[in-house]
């Protein structure tokens, strides 16, 4: 960390907070539309993304772009960004005014009110949308904060059977960011937060600085370990995410489900929500109200925990607060006023806000980290359990047969990049995570399978005279590196 923090009266050191923002959507641009596929990504596009852009313009916090994301934020300039465009226009408010009408029709005008005052987010994102050109990835490179990458398709790197694999999928991730965004300052999310040891020999080949960890099962909750950066032997710090903090947001009793906010679940005819979390009609003046009560709440909760850190270790600790983003004003509709309102307070209060590696400063050494997510208790279940165990050997034995085949290609075989490309689909994390969560019927098999099969005719091609198939998926990896497949 850069020099001493104090508290707000100049009394003893403090140390820093640092907020990772986490952007991933798995790649559904252009495979199917409702109930499950692209409008995900537009649901994100309308409600987190584009909102968020002002709240962080120019301010220390960290922000995760995962390649795929972009590969889909990429094709907002042509036929995708019409697409969306038509969704805010042509569905969403329709459905709106729609919805308003029948719940006046049942005397429901408190509803109604809240229907007709949603519409206004996706006129907004309209307006937002246009005046960007529908260039997302040069919004986010004029942004003015720190921007990290992640693996290529979001695969849990330890779930990834084999050293070239895994180099595949870390490479192309890095070398995406930095052809995006013309450079990379070493921040590297690891997907899923999915550790063990010895990973970072890997991610330090490429360059990386730091990266997040969850240690609460190795540490414990809210342990004073979970604000000290571990410098690994191979280079690349690991910064631990106190998960004591994250879980006043993302905990079971966090803020997102406190009575006032709006209800994610409860929906109308068209999938609005104009209810909140006790059931009755959602007023917006209340819930912005109490975003702005729960962020003064959580600024006091990082200055008493790095205080108390500091009063009892003598230096100033670094406090890692990682969200996925599209908590923020998705899932947790207030979230985009609560995090504007931490980062306004934070500083009023003498916390400090860094970014990530900026942040960093001395590191504890020697420290042992332990194999580790942030999934269903900490570890890989999620990922590799029986009810997805189908999914994870499928990408296991897609990836060893591409190996295989490999071996008599070369780097620029258009079969063989297809096969890459829909292995690399194959191993994103998505869809065993969905599949865990039981958040989209049948849709991760659909998708698995379709893989599956593109993928076995690439690597047919590659051993016979049938007809190459497109090396492109979509806009999937659009420049990639097949070197780490056929090295020797």
Not at 250 to 255: A, L, M, N, R
Request: include cysteine; glycine fraction near 10%.
């Amino acid at each position: 960390m850069t020099g001493a923090r104090r508290t707000a009266d100049g009394g003893r050191n403090r140390g820093a907070l640092a907020i990772v923002l986490h952007s991933h959507m798995p790649y559904v641009e252009g495979f199917g539309t409702w109930p499950f596929g692209e409008e995900w990504l537009w649901e994100a596009m309308a409600s987190v993304y584009l909102p968020l852009l002002e709240v962080l313009r120019d301010r220390p916090v960290t922000v995760g772009l995962t390649p795929v994301l972009c590969d889909q934020l990429e094709t907002l300039t042509g036929p995708a960004g019409d697409r969306f465009t038509s969704f805010l226009r042509d569905i969403r408010a329709p459905i709106h005014d729609e919805d308003a009408r029948g719940l006046e029709a049942g005397g429901e005008h408190g509803l109604a009110a809240e229907v007709r005052r949603a519409a206004g987010d996706y006129t907004g994102a309209d307006e937002a949308f246009a005046t960007l050109g529908g260039d997302l990835v040069g919004a986010f490179r004029g942004l003015g904060v720190e921007l990290w990458t992640s693996a290529a398709t979001h695969a849990v790197l330890p779930l990834v059977a084999t050293e070239p694999g895994r180099r595949l999928q870390i490479g192309a991730g890095a070398a995406s960011h930095e052809r995006r965004f013309g450079s990379w300052s070493g921040g590297f999310w690891l997907p899923e937060c999915a550790y063990e040891p010895g990973l970072e020999r890997e991610l330090a080949e490429i360059g990386t600085r730091c990266f997040c960890v969850d240690q609460t099962n190795a540490r414990g909750l809210g342990s004073f370990d979970q604000l000290e950066p571990v410098a690994t032997e191979a280079g690349p710090v690991a910064v631990p995410i106190d998960w004591q903090t994250v879980e006043l947001i993302w905990g079971p009793d966090g803020y997102p489900g406190k009575g006032t906010y709006r209800d994610y679940h409860g929906r109308t005819v068209h999938d609005l929500k104009p209810w909140n979390n006790e059931g009755g009609p959602y007023d917006h003046e209340a819930a912005m109200g109490l975003a702005k009560r729960h962020a003064a709440e959580f600024v006091e909760h990082v200055e008493q925990r790095l205080d108390a850190y500091a009063s009892e270790r003598g230096r100033p600790g670094l406090l890692c607060c990682a969200l996925d983003t599209e908590l923020i004003g998705h899932w947790w509709y207030e979230g985009t006023a609560f995090l504007a309102e931490v980062l306004r307070l934070a500083g009023e209060r003498g916390v400090e806000l860094v970014t990530l590696p900026a942040g960093l400063g001395e590191s504890v050494t020697g420290r042992e980290l332990e194999a580790s997510s942030w999934g269903r208790a900490k570890d890989l279940r999620t990922w590799d359990s029986p009810g997805v165990a189908e999914f994870a050997f499928a990408a296991r034995r897609a990836e060893l047969k591409t190996l295989a085949a490999a071996a008599g290609a070369t780097a620029d075989s258009p079969a063989l990049a297809r096969a890459a490309r829909d292995l690399m689909a194959l191993q994103a994390s998505d869809w065993a995570f969905i599949t865990t969560y039981e958040l989209a019927a049948d849709y991760p098999r659909q998708r698995v399978d379709g893989h599956l099969a593109d993928l076995h005719t690439a690597l047919a091609a590659l051993a016979d005279s049938r007809t190459v198939p497109e090396p492109e998926l979509r806009n999937l990896a659009p420049e990639l590196d097949l070197s780490p497949l056929v090295a020797p």
